[in-house]
Every structure is written in structure tokens, then in C-alpha cells.
Nanobody, 123 residues
Framework: QVQLADSGGGLVQPGDSLSLSCTAA????????MGWFRQAPGKEREGVAA????????FYANFVRGRFTISKDDDKSTMHLEMRNLGPDDTAVYYC????????????????RGQGTQVTVAS
């Protein structure tokens, strides 16, 4: 079992930056991919970014490339998502997720996920 605790959401204005964090507990993360997916009201889940815990290989959805950066802190078993130049379309609940494959994380079907953190971008 992997327990995930995500945090860092909030209300920001268009063009602002925001950082999300996810701390994992439980099993060793070496074989896992961790990442984020989001879901806005009335919309399907969509993957945002993911990173392999071993090797730190990042994956990004096309719509965030260049604006978001995913990283990890091995010592703290924590993953971060730095989001820049946010816009209203980024408004959603963001979920931390972990699974053995990047595809599962990026499709929002991962075995493990956090409780979600709300990101609202509005002027």
C-alpha cells in the first residue's frame, strides 16, 4: 500500500504561479511512477505530469509543457509540481497519483491517489 497526501492548492489570479506537493508513505517507491491528474467540474479526468521514481524521467501532457515542472525529493518521499502562468482552464481538483506505469497515472486510473487539492484560477 502507498498512502499519498497532496497539498498546495489555492486561489490565484491568471498568470500567477502555484506549487503542489505530494508526500508518499508506505511501500518503497522505487518501482513506481508518481504524478498528477486533474478533474474540472463536468469534464473528464486528464493527466498533467508524471515522473519515474527511479531515474526521475518526467512526462508531461501537451497542454502543460513549458509551464509546469515536476520534480521529486527522494529523501522526503515528496513530489512537487511547479505551475507557472496559470489560466482559468487550469482550474480543477488536482490529484496526486502513483502506480507502476506512467499511463495509469496520466489517465487518472492509478491504483493509489491522494485526496485532491483544489486549484482555482480567477481574476
Amino acid at each position: 500500500q502507498v498512502q499519498l497526501a497532496d497539498s498546495g492548492g489555492g486561489l490565484v489570479q491568471p498568470g500567477d504561479s502555484l506549487s503542489l506537493s505530494c508526500t508518499a508513505a508506505g511501500r518503497s517507491l522505487g518501482a513506481y511512477v508518481m504524478g498528477w491528474f486533474r478533474q474540472a467540474p463536468g469534464k473528464e479526468r486528464e493527466g498533467v505530469a508524471a515522473i519515474t521514481w527511479t531515474g526521475g524521467v518526467p512526462f508531461y501532457a501537451n497542454f502543460v509543457r513549458g509551464r509546469f515542472t515536476i520534480s521529486k525529493d527522494d529523501d522526503k518521499s515528496t513530489m512537487h509540481l511547479e505551475m507557472r502562468n496559470l489560466g482559468p482552464d487550469d482550474t480543477a481538483v488536482y490529484y496526486c497519483a502513483a502506480d507502476s506505469s506512467a499511463q495509469s497515472v496520466m489517465t487518472g486510473t492509478a491504483n493509489y491517489r491522494g485526496q485532491g487539492t483544489q486549484v482555482t484560477v480567477a481574476s
